[in-house]
């Protein structure tokens, strides 16, 4: 089973509030990922890293930012949040040349009022 | 037009049943297929993973590429209520995953 933690798993908040979801994973994967899940849809890649001090933007615009100054840890953060921003985010890390076989962790769900 | 298409269901079978999953895709760089499951609150996890066109079995469950035809399935035979999640399939480009919207299956006892 996969090592990988995320916390927390539900947060409601109000609009305008800063927020950071963690995710962190214990295999030593210098690849992380997050991704963006509504219900019913695909799930779009919003930031990934190759490792520390590296992060890029992914396929869906995200209003969100990313860090990784630890090969454990990943975490995103919304300076301001908008019920827009309403969704399930899922962090996911894989080994290095390994990207199709990633693993997955249990999700945060944001709810944003 | 979306990369890869996925029926998103939901499908409803009785326990025994043999259930095929589905997905098309148009972009013919795709390299590696990949079956998720995902149950309710929890994160997808990799449950086949295969490369090349045909078949891999492993247990109950059958993973089938055509890449001639762009279609990949996943057979579960003996579906059991445990079986009862939602099936992403994703396909891998340039070291990124593409996700189907995925196939809610519930099999009922």
């Known amino acids: 089973e996969a090592d990988i933690y995320q916390t927390p798993r539900y947060l409601v908040i109000g609009t305008g509030k800063k927020i950071t979801l963690e995710c962190s994973q214990t295999m030593g994967h210098d690849k992380m990922y997050w991704y963006q899940q509504d219900p019913g849809m695909e799930l779009h890649l919003i930031h990934y890293?190759?490792?520390?001090?590296?992060?890029e933007k992914g396929d869906l615009s995200s209003e969100s930012t990313v860090s990784r100054i630890r090969t454990e840890h990943f975490p995103l953060t919304l300076e301001s949040a908008r019920p827009s921003h309403t969704s399930q985010y899922l962090c996911?890390?894989?080994?290095?040349?390994?990207?199709?076989?990633?693993?997955f962790g249990p999700g945060t769900r944001l709810t944003v009022l | 037009q979306k990369e890869v298409e996925q029926d998103p269901g939901p499908l409803s079978v009785p326990e025994g049943a043999i259930v095929s999953l589905n997905c098309t895709y148009s972009n013919s760089a795709f390299q590696y297929f990949m079956w998720y499951r995902q149950y309710s609150r929890k994160g997808p996890e990799l449950l086949m993973y295969t490369y090349s066109s045909g078949n891999k079995e492993d247990g109950r469950f059958t993973a089938q590429v055509d890449k001639s035809s762009k279609y990949i399935s996943l057979f579960i035979r003996d579906s059991q209520p445990s079986d009862s999640a939602t099936y992403l399939c994703?396909?891998?480009?340039?070291?990124?995953?593409?996700f189907g919207t995925g196939t809610r299956l519930q099999v009922f006892p």
């Open positions: 994703a396909m891998s480009k340039a070291d990124k995953l593409i």
């Open positions: 890293s190759y490792g520390v001090n590296s992060t």
């Open positions: 996911a890390s894989s080994e290095w040349g390994k990207a199709d076989t990633q693993y």
